[in-house]
């Protein structure tokens, strides 16, 4: 299941490789919410993982962006003692306009087909 969280971009860490093959890199977004008339402050922290690493590259800190993740929960057990792990993995940012719309994504846009009538192998079948 996929979630999203729109908020301010306020931290980005450098990538760490954990192992010859798995690579991580965080960023936390700043959340505010109108709560009952007080104003509420949260500060969500999200991890990208293998080639999703490069995803926070194309932002700033402070911009306005939407972050599409999935929640992931693992049980780890050392010496007798039992923790639940739970991490946030972003796999999609968008940057926000000032107006709360989307600014365009062009990592994640299909490629568009185009038609040129200057290409050699083109057929002009136009009846005008």
Do not use: H
Request: charge should be negative; aromatic fraction near 10%; charged fraction near 30%.
């Amino acid at each position: 299941m996929s979630y999203e969280l729109t908020g301010k971009l306020v931290a980005k860490y450098d990538t760490v490789q954990r192992t010859e093959t798995f690579k991580t890199r965080e960023f936390v977004v700043e959340k505010s919410e109108d709560i009952n008339g007080r104003s509420v402050v949260n500060y969500v922290k999200f991890q990208c993982v293998q080639d999703r690493t490069a995803i926070v590259d194309r932002v700033n800190t402070g911009d306005e962006i939407k972050v599409y993740f999935n929640i992931k929960g693992s049980k780890w057990e050392k010496d007798g003692k039992t923790n639940y792990i739970t991490n946030l993995d972003a796999w999609r940012l968008e940057q926000m306009l000032q107006t709360g719309a989307k600014a365009p994504d062009n990592d994640y846009l299909e490629p568009l087909d185009t038609f040129s009538s200057t290409a050699p192998d083109a057929v002009d079948d136009l009846p005008f």
